[in-house]
């Protein structure tokens, strides 16, 4: 049967419930599956758990689940980019779970691979560290962390073909990989799709990981901040 859904919303018709777990691509506006996310926006699910690196910033990305109240709860690395974010979890109206980002890229990795925890120093004698089991290695205390199985996993991808096979391009690849691993269920939304076959050599994520494909709309790619400087013209 064909991976291919003609449109986001109809990708996620059967998938979509109030209450499950959403791994998210994407480092801030980079590599985020935007098409996906309206859609899942659009669909008015609530009481969601968001995995993902941040939330966006406000009124773009993830940004617009919260702007939407549709999230309950979020596991990431990083608040700082957005506002309303912030302003929530102060206000004790969002659950948020802190995890190191190199943490929570491995226990994404992890709940792809079947391992259901693992040890690491990184979070020892810290706030992200309380409550967990601890064990010595090697003279070391390293700290139990939970791998992390998304009951939904949301990518973008640069291409892909009709098996579902998977790449990105440069740094737009980012968590996408270790997202489209760790759902129950995969979709992927991709800027191309190609009739052939890719390279295997040149797949970053096999077919066997995504459920639905769907072609991204396009758009406009937001920045998330824009750094410049003056031209310098040669020889002045």
């Keep these: 049967m064909s991976k291919i859904r003609a ?7 059967d ?3 109030d209450g499950i777990t959403i791994a998210v691509g994407g480092f801030g506006l980079c590599g985020i599956p935007n098409d996906l996310i309206e859609a899942v926006r659009d669909s008015g699910v609530t009481g969601l758990t968001i995995v993902s690196n941040n939330m966006g910033v406000d009124g773009k990305g993830l940004g617009l689940l919260l702007e939407n ?3 309950t709860k979020v596991i990431a690395s990083y608040v700082g980019e957005n506002k ?3 302003g929530q979890y102060l206000d004790k109206l969002l659950d948020v779970e802190f995890s190191p980002q190199g943490t929570l890229a491995e226990r994404m ?14 979070g020892v004698g810290t706030p992200v560290a309380e409550g967990k089991p601890h064990a010595e290695f090697d003279g070391h205390v390293h700290v139990q962390e939970r791998a992390v ?9 640069h291409t892909a073909d009709q098996a579902g096979n998977l790449t990105y391009r440069a740094t737009a690849r980012n968590f996408n990989p270790l997202v489209a691993t760790c759902g129950r ?8 799709l190609t009739e052939q076959f890719i390279d295997p050599e040149s797949v970053a994520t096999p077919g066997v990981y995504v459920d639905h494909l769907v072609v991204a709309r396009e758009r406009i790619k ?11 013209t040669v020889g002045a």
């Design 222 to 232: 937001d920045i998330e901040k824009r750094t410049v400087r003056p031209r310098v």
């Design 15 to 17: 998938v979509l419930a």
């Design 7 to 13: 449109t986001a919303e109809a990708a996620l018709a």
């Design 84 to 86: 309303l974010f912030a």
């Design 185 to 192: 269920v995969t979709i992927a939304e991709t800027e191309h």
């Design 69 to 71: 109240r549709q999230v």
């Design 149 to 157: 199985v998304a009951d939904l996993a949301l990518v973008h991808a």
């Design 109 to 122: 990795r992890a709940g792809g691979a079947g391992i259901a925890a693992f040890y690491t120093r990184t």
